[in-house]
Every structure is written in C-alpha cells, then in structure tokens.
C-alpha cells in the first residue's frame, strides 16, 4: 500500500458495498497509525443491542483482571490475537477532504479506496462467567450491624466515619458482577438496606429479635405459619427494635404467604428456624450427637419438627471411637470459585461419600458446565461395585 489522496467516496461504506467477485484499492489513511485507544471486540448477537445502548460496562480495579457486565450476566474478557492482517477502515465522513489532508505531495487516487487507519493484532474475546460475589462478604463483614447501632448517637457517628459502609453505587464499583447478579448476592447474604447503607446483621442481633418474635408468639396467641405484619411488627417496635429491621428478621426466617385487603400475612420458615438453634447449639463447637439433638429439639419452637436432614450443608458427622460427633461447616462460609471450595473441601477431608460432597457443591454455578463437569475436572471418583456410593478426591 502506498500513500495517496483518497477520493472522498471511499473509506467503509465502499467495502461495505462491494459486490461478489470485485475488488477496491487499500491505501494507508493519512492517520494511520498504531492507535492504542482503539481495539476490536467480538460480540454475540445477543450482546450488540446492550452495547449500542450503553447498557453494558467494564468493571475491575487497576489490580484485577477487567470484567464485561451487562444488567444481568459477567464476562471475562479475553485478547486473542491473529495472525491474518486485519484492517481498521473508518468510515468515509471520517476522511480529510483534499484540501485538509497533511500529505499535499502525494498522488491522487482517482478511484474508491479502503483506507485502512490500522492493522489490529488481534481481537477481545467474552466469555461468560460467574461474577465474583465473594467480595461483597469480605466488604460487609467489615461493619455488620449490631443491637447497640439502635442508640441514634452511635449511627450519627457511624455515619459520619462511614467506616465499613457501602452503598449501592459503592458495591457496583468494587464487586465484579452485573446488577441483577449483585442484588442477589446480597439476598444469599440476607444482607439489608439501613440509612442507604447496605448492612449485614449480627447473628446475635438477629437471634435476638427472632428470640422476642417467638416469645410474643406465645404471650399473645400467635400461630407460627400466620403473622400479621403490622401487629408483630407493632410489638417488636414498643420492645426496642427498629421497625426495619424487625421486618428484616421476618423476611430471613419467614415466607410472605398473603398479601391483601391491606393486610400482610408471614409463615416462620421451619428449616431456617431450626438452622438458627443448630447453629446457636454448635456455638462452641464439636459435641456427641445425641447430646446435641436433644439440646437442638430443646430450643427449636414447639411448632416445629427439627429434622437432621435439615443440616445439609451445616454440620458434618464423624466417628471418634465408638461415637458419632457433629460440628459446624457451613457451606455459606465457603469461597465461591470451584477451584478454591474443592482444594478446601479436601483439606477437610482427603474422600468424600457422595452423600455428605453433594450438599457442599450443589450451589456452585459455572456457565457452560454442570455439577458432573465439576466433578471430573476437580475430583476422583471411585465405587466398588454399581450399588455402592462413590467415593471422591482431589485430582
């Protein structure tokens, strides 16, 4: 290619335009040049109408490989190179006019020509992955809420240090993932909204208001699977409890059955109750499992039928000698990234039966592979006989 004066016809739309079995001129643009600013990305279809409205963003720290985030799905972004020549054409609106171009010495092209503004070295690639949540625990663990935040002298302070506080926009900035994937990461988390500040609860606050709730079940002749909202809410508010964040410990140990005439309706959830008093039981941790069961169904409200299979993913079991142990391992405290839960789950234990793996791995969520891709791209398998359960370790 040499450098010319380029008719005004040419630039993009003549390549564009050109017809099967016919050729154009390449000519260098008279920028052409490296243009670091300016770099090819591949889109699926399905992505091109996000991206033309604006509707799409990279977010990632200096520190940290750059994510691709649309309203509702992550993707890592990927440079592939190539080894074919690939030519960056500008559009004809986009070429200096005769007269204004910096080259006056060179010929005239009297013909269309593609001029070519640089030669790109390679592509961006997206791929789909899952977005990176376990941050928002890291940062909300930082300042949870607690039962002395109530006193207004401690917030104004708290407010005013605003150490540990992250808002909406502050979580969008520092977490890798889209909007919708960050709302529900911090639904996972049961984590709420307090002075435009997102907060987790202290456990023991919580407990605590959980504790009253079913207390005044019993003073004031509740039914477990039918609160009204406002008298519950009434009375948890004249025993202390900021109104917002009673309605909180309703929305993580309860289910909104009914909605109507002006009038809310909650169900106390059976497992997420009874998952509270196990954890309250484990507190100190390891105990002989009987003894543990008979102080759990102590503690769990009479209503309700604590059931050991609604420890999966909580405790695990053990045999010391002749007895059977138990001790907390919570799935939730658990990183997200298959790689790190597997290298953790078997430091834990170097064989997992299936039975007692599955209910720490059944969350995980990777685009483009299921739960039994997982296992053969992290695990062992091996079973003795077909009505034997696997057994799995590290690979």
């Known amino acids: 290619m040499e450098p010319c004066m380029l008719s005004i016809s040419g630039g993009a739309e003549a390549v564009l335009d050109l017809q099967e079995n016919s050729s154009i001129s390449v000519a260098y643009h008279p920028l052409y040049g490296p243009h670091d600013d300016l770099i090819l990305l591949e889109l699926d279809e399905k992505l091109l109408n996000d991206v033309i409205h604006q509707r799409v963003f990279l977010r990632g720290h200096p520190d940290e490989n750059a994510v691709f985030c649309t309203q509702s799905k992550t993707y890592a972004v990927k440079f592939v190179g190539s080894s074919n020549s690939v030519l960056l054409i500008p559009s004809s609106n986009q070429v200096p006019e005769d007269g204004d171009s910096q080259y006056g010495n060179q010929k005239k092209c009297d013909r269309d020509v593609a001029s070519v503004i640089k030669l790109a070295p390679g592509h961006l690639e997206l791929v789909e992955i899952a977005p990176k949540l376990d941050k928002i625990k890291l940062l909300l663990s930082e300042n949870p809420y607690k039962l002395e935040d109530v006193s207004a002298m401690e917030m104004e302070e708290t407010e005013t240090k605003k150490i540990g506080l992250y808002r909406w926009h502050d979580l969008v900035n520092e977490v890798q993932a889209s909007e919708e994937e960050l709302k529900s990461g911090l639904k996972a988390l049961s984590a709420v909204e307090i002075g435009g500040h997102w907060r987790l609860v202290d456990e023991s606050c919580i407990g605590m208001i959980l504790k009253m709730l079913l207390h005044n079940s019993v003073l004031n002749d509740w039914t477990l699977s039918a609160l009204d909202e406002d008298e519950v809410l009434n009375v948890l508010e004249a025993d202390g409890f900021p109104r917002n964040i009673a309605h909180h410990c309703l929305s ?90 597997f290298s953790i789950l078997f430091k834990e234990r170097p064989k997992w039966d299936w039975r007692d793996l599955e209910p720490y791995i059944r969350d995980l969520s990777v685009p483009g592979l299921s739960l039994e891709g997982l296992l053969l791209k992290f695990t062992r398998r091996v079973q003795a006989s077909s009505e034997a359960e696997p057994v799995f370790s590290a690979r």
């Open 252 to 341: 993580v140990y309860g289910d909104k059955v009914n909605k109507g005439e002006g009038r809310c309706v909650w169900r106390l959830n059976e497992r997420r109750v009874c998952v509270h008093y196990a954890r309250d039981v484990l507190r100190d941790g390891r105990m002989r499992i009987d003894q543990f069961i008979d102080e759990w169904k102590k503690r769990v409200p009479e209503e309700m039928l604590a059931n050991f299979e609604m420890l999966d993913g909580e405790v695990l079991k053990e045999k010391l000698g002749v007895e059977t142990w138990v001790r907390p391992f919570k799935v939730s405290s658990l990183p997200s990234d298959p790689s790190e839960r």
